[in-house]
């Protein structure tokens, strides 16, 4: 089992910056494929970013792409969100993911372990 715990999330004007880390505990394994999901109330979880392994290959959703980054530390096993130029469509609960499949386009059902999340919200 791999715990995962999100925190860096808050209250932030549009235009700003946030870090969200992600803290894996447990059988943790830095062969493990981490990602970002955010899901919005009323609408369904969706991708926000992926990192291989080694953190040498990542991939983002379309709507974030130039703006958020995706980094890990396999030493301190924590994975990390750093968002940029903030805009009020990004207010969403932010999960972190581990699984073992590398893919361009990742779905839900890939990945074995989530956090429980951490709320951003930005404001207009």
């Known amino acids: 089992q791999v715990q995962l715990v999100e925190s860096g999330g808050g209250l932030v004007q549009t235009g700003g910056s946030l870090r969200l880390s992600c803290a894996a505990s447990?059988?943790?394994?830095?062969?493990?494929?981490m990602g970002w999901f955010r899901q919005a109330p009323g609408k369904e979880r969706e991708f926000v970013a992926v990192s291989n392994w080694s953190g040498g290959s990542s991939y983002y959703a379309d709507s974030v792409k130039g703006r958020f980054t995706i980094s890990r530390d396999n030493a301190k096993n924590t994975v990390y969100l750093q968002m940029n130029s903030l805009k009020p469509e990004d207010t969403c609960v932010y999960y972190c993911?581990?699984?073992?499949?590398?893919?361009?386009?990742?779905?839900?059902?890939?990945?074995?372990?989530w956090g429980q999340g951490t709320q951003v919200t930005v404001s207009s």
């Open positions: 447990g059988r943790t394994s830095s062969s493990y494929v």
């Open positions: 993911a581990a699984g073992r499949t590398w893919t361009t386009a990742p779905r839900l059902s890939e990945f074995d372990y």
